[in-house]
């Protein structure tokens, strides 16, 4: 099983990266779902965890038929520390008794001392802050919205964090708005579960947390659960943080009496941080990895990086591995080596980019050039400019000359149309990825050849 999914892993990975970390991997057992594997090296396990730790574990689970959860055991290090996933699910039985020294389950790494506040996140910070030392009291529920990646679980997580490092007595849950419509439906399945399930989320909590309300249901019912359990809650003065990706408003198919709910107390947002946050932000997880870069590179990467914080983990990853792989000091060179897949001046062609897009939409490269207007291709044109103009140095007008001769305010449209829709829209979000991503592979093969 481990061969087979170390086959696909060595496909996805960079050769070099693969080389240097699963010659030290070893399998050790398979046991009631859990598959541990075993390295001597804590970056390596780090590395494995963070970047390929779900990959893995689908993989797994596809060749076992069934779930199974990955465990990196680092040599000489306790076991627990070392599992992917969260602990599984308590049983049925434990559920119903809240027990109070039981800490909730929240990411002890995402605390306000870590959060870097700047003019983009800072009217959130504060609202956060206060909830955390009110709860209940100043602002219910709290409704923090903004793009991914941009700190909204890390302040929710503070929050929680913050009120119970302050009084342990206090019962807080943590859910994710997906875990709540599924655990919803799982109960209408059989008899008496509702009860059970009401029960389990009206346990008296102090503080309830609940992340990515975007994917609250559609289906009637469960958007009425959600509501009654709203009333419940804010009429026993439980603590409601709510999190989202776009502001109330905006949220589609949504009935009225929520949206009126979740503005109730205090909405903030979160906008992209800005280039003097961004370097903080690299800063300080630098500090808190127990390593240092110089000012040019931390400016480099903070001027490559612009719309996920969460990109500036994983870059921070690969430079730390690529400097142990080659046993090199973090520079600029390596750190450009590195954001090769962020970066634009990677000599990728025009062409390439055209054509992974009308592969990746089944249509030809010459849809893409034409004039023609249908919405089948009217979408990934513009797209294919947007990539064009975000992964080449290529000026609007050389785009616009590519794409049959166009002007070069149809790129900019085009770039402007992607960029203000792609925060609010997932499917373009992983579009946009997936197709970044087949593009790198193939200018990676075609400069191999
Ligand atoms: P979201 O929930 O908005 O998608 P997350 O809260 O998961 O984003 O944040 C993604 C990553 O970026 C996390 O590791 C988080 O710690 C980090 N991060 C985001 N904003 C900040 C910030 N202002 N300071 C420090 N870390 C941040
Ligand atoms: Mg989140």
Redesign the pocket.
Known sequence: MWEKVLELVKHSTDPMVFSAFFSSVEPVSFADGLFSIRTNNALTAEYVKKNLGSFIEDNLSKEAGSPVTLKVIVNGEPEEESVTSPAPEEKESDKKVLRAQEPPKLNR??VFS?????PS?QYAHAAAYDVANNPGTSYNPLFIY??????????MHAIGNAIYERDNSKRILYITCENFCSDFQASLSFKNNVHQFREKYRSNYDVILI?DVQHLSLVNRTQDEFFQLFEYLFANNCQIVM?CDKSPRELKNISDRLITRFEWGVVAD?QP?DFE?RQA?IK??CQDRGFKIDDDVCSFLAGKIQN???E??GVLTRLRIYASVQNQPISIKLAKECMKEYVSDQNISLDVIKRAVAAYFDISISDLTSHRRPKNIAKPRQLAMFLCRSMTNSSLNEIAASFGGKDHTTVLYACKKIEETKNSDDELNFQIDALKKYIMKNRREESDR
């Open positions: 790494n995402y870590n959060f870097i506040i700047g996140n903004g793009g991914s990646g941009l700190g909204k679980t890390h302040l992340d999190t979160i941080p946050t932000i300080k997880k996920h914080v969460r500036i983990e």
